[in-house]
């Protein structure tokens, strides 16, 4: 069973995110998106466990996709695998040098753990969470940026606190 695990802070998953797990759905038996700490990101919008709920909600529809978090390293998560392969979006300008960087310390970590990368989709190339958070700030329609399961959600948060860059 192939199994691939797409990682990422998702706060909050975007439609750039939606597309990757969609694509990566498609490929491999069974996918995990793994909702997992950055830790150069300081300040989240939203909490682990709400991150994980509204990504359940967004990805109900696909059948192989199931999502969990863990606090510890990607590899060291990767070991309970037999059979695992990390795959990330790769969006125009900045993303290449981090990947290629996190996916080299993963393989240290665990050798046989490969990480590949599907390029994003034109539309969603300069789509991040930062984006939206601060157009959410402004009350802005998120419906070509945020599945629609939680536009309502983003925008309130949006509204009710703080707006993290
Ligand atoms: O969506 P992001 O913020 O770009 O995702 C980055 C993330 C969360 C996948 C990365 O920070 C990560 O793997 N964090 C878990 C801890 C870890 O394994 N760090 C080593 C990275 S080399």
Redesign the pocket.
């Known amino acids: 069973m192939k199994v691939a695990i797409c990682?990422?802070?998702?706060?909050p998953m975007t439609l750039g995110?939606l597309n990757i797990v969609r694509r990566t759905a498609a490929i491999f038996d069974s996918v995990v998106v793994?909702v997992?700490?950055?830790?150069?990101?300081s300040s989240p919008m939203f909490t682990i466990d709400e991150r994980v709920d509204m990504i359940k909600r967004v990805t109900a529809r696909f059948d192989n996709v199931r999502v969990e978090t863990?606090d510890?390293?990607?590899?060291?998560?990767a070991k309970r695998f037999e059979h695992a392969v990390i795959v990330?979006g790769l969006r125009a300008g900045t993303d290449f040098e981090?990947e290629f960087?996190?996916a080299q310390?993963?393989k240290t970590i665990t050798p046989q753990l490969e990480t590949m990368f599907l390029t994003s989709s034109e539309k969603y190339t300069f789509l991040s969470?930062s984006v939206v958070r601060e157009l959410a700030g402004y009350g802005a329609d998120l419906t070509e940026f945020v599945p629609r399961e939680i536009i309502d959600e983003v925008l309130a948060k949006a509204q009710g606190g703080a707006v993290n860059g």
């Open positions: 990682p990422g802070s998702f706060d995110h793994l997992m700490v950055n830790a150069n990101k863990y510890g390293l990607l590899a060291e998560y990330k981090n960087q996190m310390i993963n969470s």
